[in-house]
């Protein structure tokens, strides 16, 4: 029998352990009953930050402000990889304004900034906005 992988909740950021081979059923959340492993970006904050770091499956993280030309251009973009990921990668989006601290926190000195963590540490940082292929290339780099 696998090992069932844990997921934070984008919502509640409760745990869940989730079988490997029913990521792509839209497994909920134990607790609040949300999809845990969405094909759309979440929203980071200083507040959930920590709590989404656990869990088995990396997390991909955009950092944007709303002011930002090429981070509003980026966005959909984002969206699009979240949907073909769904299952191997989560993506969150953390409003660099709202979220001075830890913007502050991770050394963002650009923006639009993606950075890949896997369990809780950061493995990979890319500075710019990049088209579709060459997100989904950059990332399968990194073994995703």
């Known amino acids: 029998m696998p090992t069932p992988l844990l997921i934070p909740c984008p919502s509640c950021n409760g745990l869940n352990r989730i079988p490997a081979e029913r990521l792509g059923d839209t497994p909920r959340c134990g607790r609040c009953k949300h999809e845990v492993v969405a094909s759309t970006p979440f929203e980071l904050t200083q507040a959930n930050f920590a709590s989404q770091l ?8 955009d950092v944007w402000a709303d002011w930002c030309g090429p981070c509003k251009a980026f966005a959909p973009t984002f969206y699009q990889a979240a ?11 953390l409003d660099s304004e709202a979220n001075p601290q830890l913007s502050s926190q991770l050394g ?5 900034s993606l950075i890949l963590f896997k369990a809780g540490r950061e493995v ?4 710019g906005a990049l088209p579709l ?9 990194q073994g995703l």
């Open 54 to 61: 656990k869990g088995d499956l990396p997390l991909l993280v």
């Open 83 to 93: 949907s073909q990921l769904q299952g191997r990668c989560r993506l969150g989006k």
């Open 108 to 112: 963002i000195r650009s923006i639009p």
């Open 124 to 127: 990979a940082r890319q500075s």
């Open 133 to 141: 292929p060459q997100l989904l290339a950059w990332l399968q780099s």
